[in-house]
């Protein structure tokens, strides 16, 4: 609810900005050249651009429901007004899986990702979620005194009308953005990357030293210089220079610091991984990956990279769209993150067998889950003739020693 200027009761403590605190605004910086290190030259650099895409990927393009657990058994939703805000189109001008990721990567590099909940005045139900870009507008989150409000161009909004996801926070309030914490770590990479584009503009392959038995004077020697670099920078297919006076050429080539200091970029993606908190193999660094291994990291992938910022989501979505009722009522938000984890058809043939013939799946199911249409006769699920419960056996004796009775 937005609130009214002349109904704020705040304490002492009015629009107190709630600061992300501590040393960790002092970091920062620019590279050699003078470029501000921030989210945009971060961007620049491959790994990390290509890290922050694939995390705000998985996360889009994740199903996301309502169900509600009543009994024991759950259900899916498809009827609710939220469910239709989360999974397809959350405002008028976004599809779900835009929002989806451009809500992570403002939690990705700015520490805080913000909407604001849109409710219709007569029944107070949420009509859409629309997104706050904190490069057009400014946002605060003030201490009343009595809870967190947000002040955003000037307007104050309660909370629980605000979507407010946190990155790395220390003191659960506000969020600071990876680049303000990686600002060092990135930098090198960026001077790095603008050595690098200096060294191939400026040197090359193409630099190197001509020496004389004969001394020159020096217009001489710029004659000379000028009249080779002529000659080998030429488009010809074949270039073939001449030195008189028994010159020689000597090509002048990287030394080892150099070569080593080129090679930094093959570091820094494994630097990227560990700020964003994502597999190497996942940026295409393959140095430790195998066939044997790969589907392993795939899950560490989901559970470490992915699955804390669902449950950051889910704890929003679930606390500020859904009402106290409908909480108690047994509604929340489910985000599917086992579309994540597909593997290649056999071993996913070998997974959905064995719950089907363990009796954990119906065959019917496993079709939903494939995207296939049901069959009649493959709802009930399958139990194994080995694998019974001590209530079926008691049951099948007694019936065996009843039959026995009888015949006698």
């Given at each position: 609810m937005l609130f009214d200027s002349l109904d704020l009761a705040f304490s002492e403590k009015r629009n107190q900005p709630v600061s992300s605190g501590g040393f960790f605004n002092l970091f920062g910086g620019a590279t050699?050249?003078?470029?501000?290190?921030?989210?945009?030259?971060?961007?620049?650099l491959s790994a990390f651009y290509n890290g922050v895409n694939i995390l705000c990927n998985d996360y889009a393009k994740l199903p996301k429901s309502i169900y509600r657990k009543t009994d024991g058994s759950r259900k899916k939703i498809d009827n609710h007004s939220l469910s239709y805000l989360v999974s397809k189109k959350p405002n008028s001008y976004m599809t779900a899986y835009t929002f989806d990721k451009v809500m992570l990567l403002s939690a990705i590099l700015k520490g805080n990702a913000y909407a604001i909940k849109v409710k219709d005045e007569t029944t107070q139900r949420t009509t859409s979620?629309?997104?706050?870009?904190?490069?057009?507008?400014?946002?605060?989150?003030?201490?009343?005194?009595?809870?967190l409000v947000y002040k955003i161009d000037g307007k104050l909004y309660d909370s629980d009308d605000i979507i407010h996801v946190l990155g790395f926070t220390t003191n659960g309030i506000v969020g600071i953005?990876?680049?303000?914490?990686?600002a060092m770590s990135l930098g090198v990479n960026l001077n790095a990357q603008e050595y690098a584009s200096e060294y191939y503009e400026s040197k090359g392959e193409g630099i190197g030293v001509v020496t004389t038995a004969k001394p020159m004077d020096g217009d001489a020697k710029t004659r000379y210089s000028d009249g080779l670099s002529t000659r080998l920078s030429s488009k010809d297919k074949f270039k073939v220079a001449v030195l008189d006076e028994m010159g020689s050429f000597q090509h002048i080539k990287l030394t080892p610091q150099e070569s080593q200091f080129l090679g930094t970029h093959k570091q820094g993606v494994v630097e990227v991984a560990r700020w964003l908190n994502i597999p190497p193999h996942k940026l295409k660094s393959l140095d430790n990956a195998t066939f044997s291994n790969i589907e392993h990291q795939e899950i560490a992938h989901v559970s470490d990279s992915i699955l804390p910022w669902i449950k950051a989501f889910k704890a929003e979505y679930d606390t500020k769209l859904l009402t106290k009722k409908e909480i108690e009522g047994g509604y929340y938000f489910y985000f599917n993150h086992n579309s994540l984890l597909q593997s290649d058809k056999t071993t996913q043939a070998d997974y959905f067998s064995k719950l089907i013939f363990c009796g954990s799946m119906t065959r019917n199911e496993v079709r939903e889950l494939l995207e296939y249409n049901p069959i009649d006769g493959l709802d009930a699920p399958l139990t194994p003739v080995n694998a019974q419960t001590l209530e079926h056996i008691e049951a099948k004796l007694n019936e065996l020693k009843q039959k026995t009775q009888e015949n006698e």
């Open positions: 050699k050249s003078g470029k501000p290190i921030n989210s945009n030259t971060a961007l620049t979620i629309e997104f706050i870009d904190q490069q057009k507008k400014t946002v605060q989150v003030l201490d009343s005194g009595k809870g953005g990876v680049v303000t914490m990686a």
